[in-house]
């Protein structure tokens, strides 16, 4: 569909018959998670960072809106991810990270809050964390009613020459294979070797964008906006939201991890003389409770939680717990 834009086309997910050695999808345990009683749910202002928590009538933690942000994390059924190609660490808990119509401010429990809050905690589609997960290595491939694949494993780029890494720059569009046009009315136009390729940041701007409907900037700029933009370094200064973790161009002390929530970006500088220049999402504590995220990169090809090449950490051995400086909660 030439031309499309990420307001007008909106994908009808359906799903394909499961595929031999499919890579597992999130479980989730069937149990009472917390009361959906609205009429009892208390609201309470914390800080660092800023944000309205929801507890239920029995103290139950139901909600965390966080000032300036549309980033919701609202309590479900408790989930596991798993990677077992990759690493034998999960990650479980019952963090499911939805996207608020419009950033919250203080009080916006007695205006657009509560509706999509009840909505929310009765919503069964896949969340920011479920569809990060769609793209690792043997995941199976969905379809929309065009017919075209927009999930399913995804690599990182094609190859560069020999003895070098795969080439960056594939952006969402790539792995569709459609020309897209963003609402500045500039087009891009995916190079058939990128087809199925996303980079660290293309990896983003699919979950976050294309699929749940976060705008999207069609280039980087060196200024806030409304709209993620393109590259790692841009969206670790100027996309929306807030700074959870500030960027001291050095490693945050570990206390600062516990301020972290599943959904959260975060960056690296995995090159000393470039800065910023790898991003991912924050999962949640894995099963040795360290801070685990995904990321699409080189080694291995494509987006995954594992430790292959270097471990999914924020904590721990490994270049990535090294290079990382900040997170962003949009």
């Known amino acids: 569909m030439a031309g499309a834009s990420w307001q007008a086309l909106r994908v009808l997910e359906a799903i394909p018959p499961a595929q031999a050695q499919a890579a597992p999808a999130p479980t989730a345990e069937t149990q009472p998670a917390v009361s959906l009683n609205a009429d009892k749910f208390r609201y309470l202002r914390q800080s660092g960072p800023a944000r309205t928590i929801v507890q239920d009538e029995h103290g139950r933690l139901v909600a965390t809106f966080t000032d300036q942000c549309r980033l919701v994390a609202v309590t479900g059924p408790t989930r596991t991810f798993a990677e077992p190609q990759g690493t034998g660490e999960t990650v479980r808990h019952s963090s499911w990270?939805?996207?608020?119509?419009?950033?919250?401010?203080?009080?916006?429990?007695?205006?657009?809050?509560?509706?999509?809050?009840?909505?929310?905690?009765?919503?069964?589609?896949?969340?920011?964390?479920?569809?990060?997960?769609?793209?690792?290595?043997?995941?199976?491939?969905?379809?929309?009613?065009?017919?075209?694949?927009?999930?399913?494993?995804?690599?990182?780029?094609?190859?560069?020459?020999?003895?070098?890494?795969?080439?960056?720059?594939?952006?969402?569009?790539?792995?569709?294979?459609?020309?897209?046009?963003?609402?500045?009315?500039?087009?891009?136009?995916?190079?058939?070797?990128?087809?199925?390729?996303?980079?660290?940041?293309?990896?983003?701007?699919?979950?976050?964008?294309?699929?749940?409907?976060?705008?999207?900037?069609?280039?980087?700029?060196?200024?806030?906006?409304?709209?993620?933009?393109?590259?790692?370094?841009?969206?670790?200064?100027?996309?929306?939201?807030?700074?959870?973790?500030?960027?001291?161009?050095?490693?945050?002390?570990a206390a600062e991890l516990a301020k972290l929530q599943p959904g959260d970006m975060v960056f690296f500088e995995t090159d000393t003389e470039i800065g910023i220049d790898h991003s991912g999402i924050y999962m949640g504590l894995d099963s040795s409770r360290q801070h685990r995220f995904i990321s699409s990169r080189g080694e291995p090809d494509g987006p995954n939680m594992g430790d292959i090449g270097r471990h999914s950490t924020l904590d721990g051995p490994g270049p990535f717990t090294r290079g990382f400086r900040t997170a962003r909660r949009i």
């Open 97 to 253: 990270v939805r996207i608020a119509p419009q950033a919250w401010t203080p009080g916006s429990e007695k205006s657009w809050g509560k509706p999509w809050l009840i909505a929310a905690l009765q919503d069964k589609k896949p969340d920011v964390l479920a569809v990060a997960m769609q793209y690792i290595q043997g995941s199976r491939d969905l379809q929309d009613t065009h017919g075209r694949r927009y999930a399913g494993n995804a690599s990182f780029g094609p190859p560069g020459g020999p003895g070098q890494p795969r080439l960056e720059a594939s952006d969402f569009y790539d792995y569709l294979g459609v020309p897209w046009t963003f609402p500045d009315g500039r087009v891009k136009t995916p190079e058939p070797a990128r087809i199925g390729a996303m980079d660290c940041s293309g990896y983003l701007r699919m979950v976050f964008g294309y699929r749940l409907g976060f705008p999207l900037m069609s280039k980087s700029e060196p200024k806030p906006g409304p709209a993620l933009p393109r590259r790692a370094y841009a969206m670790a200064a100027y996309a929306p939201g807030i700074s959870v973790i500030p960027n001291r161009n050095a490693q945050p002390p």
